[in-house]
């Protein structure tokens, strides 16, 4: 079943547009309060609150993990998220782009660009034999979150954005 906030990481020869986000890196990164891009049924924990749809309209609190759907939009997440202030974002390393030079480097307390291409999960938990196709950022919200990319244990390069 397709829900909103879930977005395409590959290309249009894969049979699904529904990625999920590697289950490591949430483990790397710690606990979040919300994510509001969730899948029904998830196959692992990744916030204590979920959205699976409207995402974009509804209220945003504490701790965000965001892996916004891939395209046209993702930079409306991103600006949410970085009015919200305090989360992490999951997306492809387009640095070029508006949505970067509006809501990523302006804003954003720290990247980590992501060392090789990501493997992200189909909704039932296994993951893609095809890796995501570009590089992948993370991108911190607030200065703790900053703090959680600089001292992770995902390889890649850390730049503080403070």
Do not use: Q
């Not at 504490?62 to 919200?84: F, I």
């Not at 979150?145 to 954005?161: R, Y």
């Amino acid at each position: 079943m397709k829900k909103n906030g879930i977005g395409s990481h590959h290309s249009a020869k894969s049979r699904t547009d529904e990625w999920l986000s590697p289950p490591w890196i949430i483990e790397a990164l710690g606990k979040f309060d919300l994510d509001p891009c969730s899948y029904d049924p998830m196959p692992w924990n990744i916030a204590k609150n979920a959205y699976c749809e409207m995402g974009l309209e509804l209220t945003w609190k504490g701790r965000v993990w965001l892996n916004p759907p891939y395209g046209k939009e993702t930079g409306l997440w991103l600006k949410k998220l970085a009015d919200h202030g305090n989360g992490i974002a999951l997306t492809f390393a387009r640095t070029e782009t508006a949505m970067f030079f509006e809501s990523v480097w302006p804003r954003a307390s720290a990247i980590l660009f992501i060392k090789g291409r990501l493997h992200f999960h189909y909704p039932d938990g296994t993951m893609a034999k095809a890796n995501s196709g570009a590089p992948s950022c993370l991108i911190a919200y607030g200065s703790e979150n900053a703090v959680c990319l600089e001292e992770c244990d995902i390889a890649g390069k850390f730049i503080d954005l403070r």
